[in-house]
């Protein structure tokens, strides 16, 4: 077999403990690499520390804070899980991209170095990307690793902090780090793909952006009036209604070419303006996002993904921290996260989503892995 994994979960409170039974799951036999995830509420440093001592120091590790993780047993609230990447035909090589305000220097090194590293016979590469959450960057470099690798598949999930919205991480290099991101490249010959989807269909129903702050990812108003005001009255509800749960149901969108993409809206300030997860300007146009069934957009796209890749043996998956909520609002956690189970998803719920140049919200971008 190319490729295979081993995915170990622990919900203990204290480091050196959660990471005693993760070693204990994971044989350290044959290991390329190791992906992990894990919730805020832990001491970052100690747990550095005891990562260190875990794995091999030729093993690359690299991993985030979450506002949840997929794995074996579908959606997890909080706890370590760590997956265990093996087999003869991957090599995983992880670089730190730090500070983040200074992205395109860092990544046209990187590139340059990629170069100068051939591929190995029929291989081809792919990257996971790992980005502060918090960093208001992601498009920046996203946008920046396309241009320098515009031919390697790109998937990427912002790190969270469980919807606290003050510090996000991101682990590389043996240290938990904000204002930075890890990417990951993989090459193998291997088959893979890299896909996204969402459940959402634009609307008529319009909001311009009259007024804006981009740096902040902040608007001020749609169609002349106070963000807040506006968006709730085109739900037909009062801005006291407005809630995170609110805004996972019903997101707006851009159009970008002949495709939507959401823009999610991350809370109502105080003045009433609307702060979103992804960039915003004045003069865009935006609609009023309309679900469609998560479930069947997603069996269809497993569906697509399975005729592309038959036997994936892994399927690395970020989601949107709001698609979750959504789905806890409605009922249907549970049902999709069988299907993801089923569909052998190892990943986390992000604060956005990056797929090859672009960053977005409310989606799933995952990348799958089959075997030889």
């Known amino acids: 077999m190319g490729l295979f994994s081993n995915t170990a979960l622990s919900e203990a409170q204290e480091e050196s403990r959660a990471v005693e039974e993760i070693r204990k799951q994971l044989d350290l036999d044959g290991l390329t690499a190791v992906m992990f995830f894990v919730s805020i509420d832990y001491d970052l440093d100690k747990l550095a520390g005891e990562l260190r001592q875990a794995f091999p120091d030729s093993v690359p590790v690299f991993g985030c804070t979450t506002a949840g993780h997929i794995g074996p047993d579908g959606y997890q609230r909080r706890g370590l899980q760590v997956t265990g990447i093996y087999g003869a035909s991957v090599s995983v090589q992880t670089e730190l991209i730090h500070p983040l305000d200074q992205c395109q220097a860092a990544v046209l090194a990187l590139g340059q170095r990629v170069d100068n ?48 919205f003050d510090s996000t991480y991101v682990y590389a290099d043996g240290r938990f780090l904000s204002n930075a991101a890890v990417l990951a490249l993989f090459e193998t010959d291997a088959p893979f793909t890299a896909f996204k989807f969402q459940h959402f269909v634009p609307t008529r129903e319009l909001l311009v952006v009259t007024e804006a702050d981009s740096e902040n990812r902040t608007v001020q108003e749609f169609n002349g009036e106070p963000a807040a005001l506006a968006y709730a009255q085109s739900l037909g509800i009062t801005v006291e209604d407005l809630s995170p749960e609110i805004y996972s149901c019903h997101p707006v969108m851009l159009k970008l070419g002949s495709d939507y993409y959401v823009r999610s809206i991350q809370q109502c300030n105080d003045d009433l303006s609307l702060t979103f997860y992804c960039a915003i300007a004045k003069g865009i146009v935006l609609r009023l996002g309309e679900a469609v069934s998560p479930l069947e957009a997603a069996k269809k796209a497993f569906a697509d993904v399975h005729r592309l890749v038959p036997k994936p043996s892994l399927i690395i998956g970020c989601d949107c921290i709001l698609r979750r909520l959504e789905f806890e609002q409605t009922g249907q956690l549970q049902q999709v996260g069988k299907l993801l189970v089923q569909n052998k998803v190892i990943g986390f719920s992000t604060y956005g989503e990056q797929f090859n140049a672009l960053h977005m919200n409310q989606t799933f971008t995952g990348l799958a892995i089959g075997e030889l």
């Open 117 to 164: 590293d051939p591929l190995q016979n029929t291989a081809r590469r792919f990257g996971v990307l790992l980005v502060d959450g918090l960093s208001r960057l992601e498009e920046r470099l996203a946008a920046a690793l396309h241009h320098c690798f515009p031919d390697i598949p790109l998937i990427g999930g912002s790190a969270g902090d469980d919807l606290s």
